[in-house]
Nanobody, 120 residues
Framework: QVQLVESGGGLVQPGGSLRLSCAAS????????MGWYRQAPGKQRELVAV???????NYADSVKGRFTISRDNAKNTMYLQMNSLKPEDTAVYYC??????????????WGPGTQVTVSS
């Protein structure tokens, strides 16, 4: 089995910064694409940013220029540096990873989420 665990969420004032981490563990051969998603109260889950195994990235328009996604393949860990945070960034942030398992097939996994609240 594979587990994803997010960390780094919390309460921050508008204009502040947070760094989220997502650590993958378990029966992992390699990790393909990884991504951050978020879900605000009463809204659907939305893509925030994704990163390929080679480091190519893509961002939602709402976070471009403020958020930076990165990963450390040696540690099976992904990060999201969030700067200039706004109240509308308040949400539960989820980590997603497409994992290649030792048996040869790939599967998609989600972390339990970490709360980010931007408020004065």
């Amino acid at each position: 089995q594979v587990q994803l665990v997010e960390s780094g969420g919390g309460l921050v004032q508008p204009g502040g910064s947070l760094r989220l981490s997502c650590a993958a563990s378990g029966s992992i051969f390699s990790i393909n694409g990884m991504g951050w998603y978020r879900q605000a109260p009463g809204k659907q889950r939305e893509l925030v940013a994704v990163i390929t195994s080679g480091g190519s990235t893509n961002y939602a328009d709402s976070v471009k220029g403020r958020f930076t996604i990165s990963r450390d393949n040696a540690k099976n860990t992904m990060y999201l540096q969030m700067n200039s945070l706004k109240p509308e960034d308040t949400a539960v942030y989820y980590c997603n990873a497409n994992v290649r398992l030792p048996v040869g097939r790939s599967a998609n996994y989600w972390g339990p989420g970490t709360q980010v609240t931007v408020s004065s």
